[in-house]
């Protein structure tokens, strides 16, 4: 068993436990309540000139451990929009991340950018779950879903009015992702199986994604020096976690990461 599966299991159990003490029924009629943005604001935020900075807020990871020991959250993500974030990212998955989903909905309520649930998407339940949270996007991972759950979760996202960020790292991933009809696709330069990571990943798999799609890619990036190698071979969007979490004055370098591609 990978890493992948065992957080994918673990959240398995979670979700089940969370459906006892709030139906699904019940979950969906207050998303369904809620107003709907059907003009996608994750999607029209990363569609700006320029290269598009997802800014993600964590305290943990697998592969890193505790990565910040103080972690004022909203202040964290109310920093990245004043620096020019176009959206943020806000783990929730709390065995792995140490995410909660009070983190999501305190951050949702104090940043007027879009926001993206980064969790292990496995059921129905988390898409309505993330919509009464306040997201406006959330994390479909290929490889933990079949082509059936792609679609089904990618038609409540659309009911919901949010977008969905389909993650892949290989070429059938993507030809998935793209089959089931993913808008936006990531690429995860990390390897979820091994942890290994290479942005060559991200570089190799865009010629795969039509140009009027979104094409964002994920993990391992730290440098103007990255930002500019993706952005020369065509990606719009990337996501950044540890980098910007670890770096002393993460303003200045979201406005570094954003001058370099100006």
Do not use: W
């Not at 990871?61 to 620096?83: D, M, N, T």
């Not at 926001?115 to 988390?126: E, S």
């Amino acid at each position: 068993m990978t890493i992948l599966d065992e957080i994918a299991g673990r959240t398995r159990e979670r979700i089940a436990k969370c459906r006892q003490q709030l139906p699904l029924h019940e979950l969906r009629m207050q998303a369904e309540a809620m107003p709907k943005d059907t003009r996608f604001p994750f999607e029209c935020s990363l569609k700006s000139p320029g290269i598009s900075l997802i800014c993600e807020v964590k305290r943990a990871s697998p592969s890193r451990g505790v990565i910040a020991q103080e972690f004022p959250y909203v202040q964290i993500a109310k920093e990245y929009e004043e620096a020019g974030a176009a959206a943020v990212s806000c783990l929730t998955e709390p065995f792995y991340f140490q995410g909660r989903n009070e983190d999501l909905r305190e951050i949702c309520d104090g940043v007027s950018i879009p926001v993206l649930r980064k969790d292990f998407t496995i059921d129905a339940y988390m898409i309505y779950e993330a919509k009464v949270l306040g997201a406006s996007a959330v994390l479909l991972i290929c490889a933990i879903l079949s082509d059936q759950e792609l679609k089904e979760y990618l038609a409540i996202c659309d009911r919901l009015g949010l977008s969905a960020l389909v993650e892949a790292h290989t070429d059938n991933e993507v030809e998935r992702a793209l089959e089931c009809g993913g808008r936006v696709i990531g690429v995860n330069n990390r390897d979820l199986h091994t942890f290994e990571v290479d942005l060559a990943t991200s570089i190799r798999l865009r010629k795969m994604v039509p140009q009027d799609l979104i094409y964002v890619s994920e993990s391992g990036i730290r440098s103007t020096d990255d930002i500019e190698l993706l952005y020369h071979h065509g990606t719009e969007a990337v996501l950044i976690g540890e980098a910007l979490m670890r770096a002393a004055d993460k303003r200045d370098m979201i406005l570094r990461l954003k001058e370099s591609c100006c």
